[in-house]
């Protein structure tokens, strides 16, 4: 599709649209049970073909974390839709009774959906839920990374669907600008935070709201209070899924002086125990393309050179020319200003750094950018209480890494350069909606109590109870 052709799509959404702007709760659940039955039946293809753009994505973690949270988000939408069309009651005051009052949620109209390359599915059919749950009709950018997936996900919708509910749309980088600059009721961006200013710049000219999903560097604390083989193993699963090429990947790790090099060692015969020889393993996936595996080389040289080590444990140093897998690696005497610890890695890389009490963990996080999450590893309810309310982060997880983003009552949003709003469940539902406040009287009035002429007995009284 080129950009001059997108209006056009876009008018005639619009259009329809107001034809028909507050779709029924059976049409709502019709639009997402077809969109689940689609993921079903072609949940086979769907996995070939993000196979096929990445080189090698894992069979596994294609189901795992995008097949099967996509319906789980999409069966908690059904089972909860009802609840979250219901007007809201609010009370009214007894100086403006007798009268009532309601919050309505209604459809915004046309919504835009950008979605990256990482988890073409998952990254699509979230917001779409969130956007479809709450009565909206939606324009879907895919990836150019993902052409395979991209085509084959336009399609499968454009059988599904009529185009002026649901349209898929492909194309180059001027394709995403053009997009991005159509005047939606709400967009929604997943990606970078460098080409989310540039999103929210194009969607600042229609004065279009946006939700933007953009990630950052998560940390990690380490504690004393848990055992080094525990959290290394449930951080090596972490950062190896999809290659560390995910948004809420933890990113580096504060680790006390003297628990390094043993978690250094426990993290590389968990990737070990989980992967075997990774450059081997189809439960591993590649870097989906030539230009994100040069980034990366690029930052492991950049970050030797100037004094870190980096650690491969039983891996085969280096990128495999044959197949784009990189090995995880972890760096110790990483500089702070290297690329490594200034840009979000989206990879399989670690740095490691060593940090002496629980001020100097939280002055480090404080000091940088607000991250899309925060990772405790501590069993000590006293120690991850000191994180809970001096930090900021979009979630905050304990003693796990990941999972947090299939948990479909809980919103997933970030804070600062990690992101604004937040989608998933009945607060994704809310974020493509307008709360619109619905105030009324029947035949009986006491606000006449407000006209003029002033300083009445009545205004007099009113006035002692309540300014007071």
Known sequence: MTPDTLKTVFDRQQAAYRLHPYPSLAERRYRLNQLKQLILAHQDEITVALNQDFG???????????????????????????????????????????AHSMLLPQPLGVAGIIVPWNYALYLAIGPMTSALSAGNHCMIKMS????????????????????????????????????????????????STVVGKQVMAAAAQNLTPVTLELGGKSPVVIDTSIPIEVAAERLAFGKCLNAGQTCIAPDYILCPPDRIETFISAFHQAVTRLYGKVNDNPDYSS????????????????????????????????????NGKLPPVL???????????????????????????????????NDRPRPLTLYLFGYDKAWQAKFEHSTHSGALVINEVLFHFALDNLPIGGVGASGMGQYHGVEGFNTFSALKPVVGKQRLSSFWVAYPPYGGWVQRLIKKVILR
């Open 56 to 98: 090698c994505r894992s069979a596994g973690e294609t189901l795992n974390a995008e097949v099967m949270p996509s319906v789980m988000g999409i069966n908690h939408a059904m089972r909860h839709l009802r609840s979250w069309m219901k007007g809201r009651k609010r009370r009214v005051p007894l100086p403006f009774q007798p």
């Open 144 to 191: 150019e990374y993902t052409p395979t997936f991209g085509a084959l996900f336009e399609r499968l919708i454009a059988e599904t669907f009529d185009d002026a509910v649901v349209t898929v749309i492909n194309g180059e980088v001027e394709v995403a600008q053009a997009f991005s600059a159509l005047p939606f009721d709400h967009l929604l961006f997943t990606g």
């Open 287 to 322: 870097i989906i393309n030539e230009r994100q595996r040069q980034r990366l080389q690029s930052w492991l040289h950049e970050a030797q050179a100037e004094g870190a080590t980096l650690h491969w444990g039983d891996q085969t140093p280096g990128l495999d020319a044959s």
């Open 331 to 365: 760096l110790t005497g990483v500089s702070l200003d290297s690329q490594v610890m200034q840009q979000e890695i989206f990879g399989p890389i670690l740095p490691v750094i060593p940090y002496s009490s629980v001020i100097e963990a939280q002055r480090f996080i």
